[in-house]
C-alpha cells in the first residue's frame, strides 16, 4: 500500500523549466557527486570531503530555484534500462510504483525496517549494492534508514514536488529508479539520514 509521506516524492503537476533552470540545478549536485566518487587524498580525505559536499547539498537545496527541480515526467533512463512495459513486467506492483513512478510506500509496510541482519541492501530494480548493513540505524520514521551511502552508489537531484518542503532525491546510479529521500538529520558521523523505501530494496544476508 501506498502513501504520501515527506519521505518520497508525491505526484504533482511538472512547472515550466528553462535551459537555465537545468544548469542552475545541475552545478550544485555536479560538485556533490563529484566528491562523492572521490578524487585525490587520502582515503580519509576523500571520505570527509564527500560527507561535507552531501551535507552541503541537503542543507543548501533550499537555495536552489524551486522552477530548477527535476522534471517528474522525464525518463528515468540509467546504464540499466527497460521500457515502461518491461518495467511493469520485471517489477512487483509496489516496487514499479515506488521505484518507476516516485510513490511512496505506507510507513512500518516493509519488513527491512526491522532487517538487522550483516550484509548489503540493493536496488530492487537493477540489483545494483547501495547500502552496507553497517550504516542502517532506526530512525523511527517507519522507512529503512541509512546515514551513508556505498560509494557511487547513488544518484542526487533536488524535488520540488512538495512545494513547501524542498527535499533532495536519491536515485540508484545505475537504472535511475527512486528510492527515496535524504536529510541532513541523520545520526553521526555523516549527519545524513537516508530515508528510503523497502520496496525499492532488497536485502542480501553476508554469507557465513
Request: proline share 8%; hydrophobic share 35%; net charge positive.
Amino acid at each position: 500500500m501506498l502513501a504520501a509521506s515527506h519521505c518520497s516524492r508525491l505526484d504533482a503537476q511538472p512547472a515550466c523549466r528553462n535551459v537555465a533552470a537545468r544548469r542552475h540545478r545541475t552545478a550544485p549536485l555536479a560538485a556533490a557527486q563529484t566528491s562523492a566518487t572521490g578524487g585525490g587524498g587520502s582515503g580519509g580525505e576523500q571520505r570527509a570531503s564527500r560527507r561535507a559536499a552531501l551535507a552541503a547539498l541537503v542543507a543548501g537545496v533550499a537555495a536552489i530555484p524551486q522552477r530548477a527541480g527535476a522534471d517528474e515526467k522525464a525518463p528515468r533512463e540509467g546504464e540499466v534500462r527497460h521500457s515502461d512495459a518491461e518495467w511493469r513486467q520485471l517489477l512487483p506492483p509496489d516496487a514499479y510504483a515506488v521505484l518507476r513512478q516516485a510513490r511512496t510506500e505506507k510507513r512500518y509496510s516493509s519488513p527491512l525496517v526491522d532487517e538487522k541482519r550483516s550484509g548489503t541492501f540493493v536496488c530492487g530494480g537493477c540489483g545494483a549494492p547501495l547500502f552496507a548493513s553497517e550504516s542502517k540505524y532506526e530512525s523511527g520514521t517507519g522507512w529503512p534508514s541509512f546515514y551513508d551511502a556505498l560509494p557511487s552508489a547513488v544518484a542526487l537531484e533536488p524535488d520540488y514536488s512538495i512545494p513547501f518542503m524542498p527535499r533532495v532525491e536519491v536515485r540508484c546510479t545505475r537504472c535511475l529508479g527512486h528510492l527515496g529521500h535524504v536529510f541532513d538529520d541523520g545520526p553521526p558521523p555523516t549527519g545524513l539520514r537516508y530515508c528510503m523505501n523497502g520496496a525499492a530494496l532488497l536485502f542480501e544476508p553476508k554469507e557465513t
